[in-house]
């Protein structure tokens, strides 16, 4: 037996894509409850643009906080060495040297000599670890490069960042150093002295970016960074007037100073430490040579993130 009650029709079913597209073309009162495709669209532009202005800042804090992996190494690190190279210098090495270092026309203690070296290395050796295998495990085994890039940010904020990071920890192994310095006492006029360390960053960055960018250039780790440190690191710390004036080598070991990163800004830590007769062209040829080499790694670094993370 047939009922009397006509059976309702079924609504059509419409896909996702067609409802969007309808209600996309319906009124404000018309339109399910929710935002629109523009609104999402202006509110994710705006979410983007903090990123794009404050990027490079947002990568150095993440390489900053990663750092504290390892903070105690690096505590340990600012402070224990320059105690261990002062004390062993003034209680070991000095005090079998009596007469004074000849520096140009003037005679120098043999700490307040070997002082300003020892701070440039200590900027450069930072700058010297930050730069290899972190940036390596960027790309290759944490690839958290890959992830910054999947982000509003830039290649070149992502450069800026790793930079900033790194210098951050530049800046606190200098200070501690310079600070240890002022108690031995081993350096000059604190008034002037103190600008070893900016001296100390721009060294680490003459050395490290040109590292940075080697390192953002390899795929493999095949012993690369250890060959750097034998055979760039080492001769560039012993061969630079470190320990010596670099006039007392041969003139066919001198060539490794002329082009170290390390000699020009241990030259300029000496003109800060205690009166030297070094004439502005000189000072003018250090500084030219240390922001050619930050300057060029800076630019070459850019190059090579652009494009590795493109790829």
Known sequence: MSSSHPVPERPSSSSGPERAKRDEGRSGTERDEGPSLDELRAEAMAAARRPRRWGSWYVAEHIVRAMRAYGWTII????GQP???????????????????????????????VAPALLMSAAITVASEEFSY?????????????????SPL??????????????????????????????????????????????GILAALAFGTPMLAYAASLEEDTGQFALVQRFVFMPMFLFSGTFYPLDTLPVWLQWIGWISPLWHATELGRDLSYPRDTGGVMIAVHLVVLFAFAIGGYVAARRIF???LAA
């Not at 340990?76 to 402070?79: D, E, I, L, P, S």
Request: charged letters at 10%; aromatic letters at 14%; a positive charge.
């Open 134 to 150: 972190p940036v390596m495990a960027g790309f290759k085994w944490r690839r958290f490069f890959y992830g910054f890039s999947a």
């Open 306 to 308: 652009a494009r590795r």
């Open 76 to 79: 340990v690190g600012a402070v």
């Open 154 to 199: 830039s290649s070149g904020q992502i450069v800026n960042g790793q930079v900033v990071g790194v210098m951050a920890r530049v800046v606190l192994t200098g200070g501690l150093y310079y600070a240890f310095l002022l108690l031995f006492p081993a350096v000059g006029n604190p008034v002037v002295s103190w600008l070893m360390i900016p001296v």
């Open 83 to 113: 105690v261990l190279y002062l004390v062993g210098l003034a209680l070991g090495l000095a005090a079998l040297i009596q007469a004074p270092i000849q520096d140009g026309a003037q005679q120098v203690d043999y700490v307040a000599f």
